[in-house]
T-cell receptor, first 114, second 115 residues
Framework: NAGVMQNPRHLVRRRGQEARLRCSPM?????VYWYRQLPEEGLKFMVY????????ESGMPKERFSAEFPKEGPSILRIQQVVRGDSAAYFC????????????FGPGTRLTVL | AQTVTQSQPEMSVQEAETVTLSCTYD???????LFWYKQPPSRQMILVIR??????QNATENRFSVNFQKAAKSFSLKISDSQLGDTAMYFC????????????FGGGTRLMVKP
């Protein structure tokens, strides 16, 4: 059973470009979470999604950030018009809820904005 | 809102010795879960141990154990017989009792195990 997959692992963008981060949850998991980790800090919650639904986006910046988890395919975290402050590691986690509350993390995508 | 505080930014321990990492949290919830995650240099987040708040018995996983003090809102991690592979960042995390909720992380403790 493959773990949570994230791609790309590293992404470099220039200021003003768009960044698309992808997350494929573990097989059988329909709950996905996105977290952001700034350098030398802990992970901060961004958004919680189920298939075709955003359940909690209380941690998402109001502008430029969006997330989706379509019926088919991976979850996507999209950052429009990136700025240097968006440089961070973005982690996706999936959960087999309601069977268990453990969250299984992907390897993360490190975004660098030049 | 919940907060999680790890007051030790860095710690070191000699190989084979025991080390304890501290974590305190603040919540008005009565039903919740607490976690310790390990993040080695690879950056992969690895679950070390989990504690349900309704359980009085402290969780144990091999060399890892916790001291859960619910009244004091304290959740420390003890690593026995430290190994070089334990070198990593360690994050304490909180989750409200309704599964499906997000994790709230502390700022982390960088642990160095010295040979």
């Amino acid at each position: 059973n493959a773990g949570v997959m994230q791609n790309p692992r590293h992404l470099v963008r220039r200021r003003g470009q768009e960044a698309r981060l992808r997350c494929s949850p573990m097989k059988g998991h329909s709950h996905v979470y996105w977290y952001r980790q700034l350098p030398e800090e802990g992970l901060k919650f961004m958004v919680y999604l189920q298939k075709e639904n955003i359940i909690d986006e209380s941690g998402m910046p109001k502008e430029r950030f969006s997330a989706e988890f379509p019926k088919e395919g991976p979850s996507i975290l999209r950052i429009q018009q990136v700025v240097r402050g968006d440089s961070a590691a973005y982690f996706c986690a999936s959960s087999p809820y309601p069977f268990d509350n453990e969250q299984f993390f992907g390897p993360g995508t490190r975004l660098t904005v030049l | 809102a919940q907060t999680v505080t790890q007051s030790q930014p860095e710690m070191s321990v000699q190989e084979a010795e025991t080390v304890t990492l501290s974590c305190t949290y603040d919540t008005s919830e009565n039903n919740y879960y607490l976690f310790w995650y390990k993040q080695p240099p690879s950056r992969q987040m690895i679950l070390v141990i989990r504690q349900e708040a309704y359980k009085q018995q402290n969780a144990t996983e091999n060399r890892f154990s916790v001291n859960f003090q619910k009244a004091a809102k304290s959740f420390s991690l003890k690593i026995s017989d430290s190994q070089l592979g334990d070198t990593a960042m360690y994050f304490c995390a909180f989750m409200k009792g309704n599964a499906g909720n997000m994790l709230t992380f502390g700022g982390g403790t960088r642990l160095m195990v010295k040979p």
